[in-house]
């Protein structure tokens, strides 16, 4: 009976491990690129565009947003990668020169830099590894420019704003999931992996109150803040303040400039993994962990 | 519990082997620390660089290493020189931009897009040196080609990074074992004794070895980020919760006892092997110890082992 019962437990974790393999993707970033980017907002890159729809997204809930993706390669990332624009229907010149870009075309990108476990594939991604030429436009991938800054040489910080129709997740459904995302992070002398599960909750509607005072770089404000619902703004979502990356110039970092420690916006968002954390933990490496993320301030919300 | 499965001897092994990681840990952020101090990775590099770029006269007054001295002035590698440090050099660098740069240099007739032909022309007006014959016996070999001429030198730089990792590698293995070393040593790390202690103290071992799975677990991670001044939120740091240290020093450490001479011979062999298993490093302690909690869990009573089942998918998710 003892023997039966071993077997059985050992069937039901190699079962549980069958099942975690299969929705975990590893995700290796040479250790320069982490040091360079962790506390930077955006990259700025040469896109070559190789596939991307014709319209937008609709507009309603969950993945239906409204950007617009285009897959691509860049000689900056060495990673499959998605650049996205968001409230692309107000971007008629973007859409204009995206239309007519075909497999190839060379396109002056930048935006924010953004790696969240959500596309995954069947392979690990490793930074330097010779990239596929992507089918279709939103292949598998872990690394995304989203939302866009600047195409073709023509700043859309406009887009930036509140997306007319769209109903974003509700922060009580989103920061419970972020908060619990399991990952495993481990550094060697010129790399860092990370191994994480699928991720969800894309654009979250949340309040944040900073938690500190705003701190400018090159090209963002970040700031740490803590979280709540906007339904129920007593008791914080988060266990400790998270950060809060605005894009410079944009309307939410004009916004969020001339706040101090304690006061409250009321935000829509974009989560990724904060490199900057992992950096931190990866002194610590091998490490199983919840995986550190920081959340992108898209809008302001009324 | 009966048998080998989660019984006292799978939960000594298990505190063993999470002494040895959180060991190894230290003994890495140290090395790490040392390497970053002595910048070992970038005199590497500066030591690579001038074993391919050395030896090459150019310039109006012929300087014997001129081309070295063109490749660390040329925008491309100075870009990448940090903040106030004039004399600071690069600790990585692409293939791609070390060939472009050599290219560059081999072409000042051509600033620009240059073609083959530029790149050939300008190789043989450089003076006799070993750069120039390096360079003409890559591009020679790539048929006019210039893509597979930069190619061939982007491999030629590969090549010898591959001998400086080589190196790098040897240095941080030797520094390992030599942290190793004084680590055990100076925290009384005796393999021998903690075996004995955890066998001896059931109440420790099962701290330890609740420890170890929370290592392995995601829900209740053992290392946390904190923000120690909340207006700087560009400088996270790591901590290890104080529950491990706790650990650490309840199961090292030298006491007042003073050690019969018939007890050193035991005491060196516990030092050795701690030092042994340390410089083996914590990526390799760290898969063991899933591995070992693996078995741990799959040797549990079915009830005791379904509630455990979730948190083992999280810990050896891949």
Known sequence: ?302 | MNGILGSTTLDVVVGLVFVYLLLAIICTSVNEWIAGVMKVRSNNMASAIEQLLDAQPGGKDGAANWFLQQFYSHPLIAGMRRQNAKQARPSYLSARTFATAVMDIATPQKPGVITFTDLEVGIRALPDGDVRKTLLALILNSQNDLAKAQKNIEDWFDDTMARVSGWYKRTTQIWTVAIALLLTVASNADTMRITSTLWKNPTLRAQVVESAKNRTEAPESSVSVEYKDKNNPLKPTAKVTKEELGILSQLLGWTNAPLKPGDWPQRILGWFLTIVAVSLGAPFWFDVLNKVMNIRSAGRPPDEAAKAAPATTTATAK
């Open chain 1, 1 to 302: 009976m003892g023997s039966l019962r071993t077997r059985v437990s050992a069937a039901i974790c190699t079962c549980a491990l069958l099942i975690g393999a299969a929705q975990a993707e590893t995700l290796v970033l040479s250790l320069k690129f982490v040091d360079d980017v962790k506390n930077k907002a955006t990259i700025t890159t040469t896109l070559e565009v190789d596939a991307h729809p014709s319209t937008p997204h609709p507009i309603s809930s969950g993945g239906n947003d409204g950007d617009i993706h285009m897959a691509g390669r860049s000689d900056e990332v060495q990673l499959p990668l998605v650049a996205e624009i968001i409230n692309a229907r107000s971007e008629a010149d973007s859409l204009a020169t995206l239309k007519k870009t075909h497999q190839g075309t060379n396109v002056p990108v930048t935006g924010v830099w953004r790696i969240w476990f959500e596309h995954l594939g069947k392979e690990d991604q490793i930074q330097g590894d010779p990239v596929d030429v992507p089918t279709t436009s939103n292949p598998a991938h872990l690394f995304e420019i989203h939302p866009i800054t600047n195409f073709n040489n023509k700043e859309i910080l406009d887009s930036f704003k509140e997306i007319p129709g769209y109903t974003a997740y509700p922060a009580k459904t989103a920061f419970p999931f972020y908060e619990k995302v399991p990952a495993t992070i481990e550094a060697t002398n010129s790399s860092i992996s990370i191994t994480s599960g699928e991720g969800k909750y894309n654009y979250a509607e949340f309040v944040i109150e900073l938690a500190g005072t705003v701190a400018t770089t090159d090209d963002a404000l970040f700031v740490l803040a803590n979280v709540f619902d906007k339904d129920n703004e007593e008791e914080p979502l988060t266990s400790d303040a998270r950060r809060m990356v605005f894009i410079k110039n944009t309307s939410a970092a004009t916004q969020v400039a001339n706040l101090s420690q304690g006061d409250r916006l009321h935000v829509l968002g974009i989560p990724r993994v904060n490199l900057a954390e992992v950096a931190a933990i990866a002194s610590q490496s091998p490490i199983q962990t919840h995986l550190p993320y920081e959340m992108i301030i898209v809008a302001v919300l009324p």
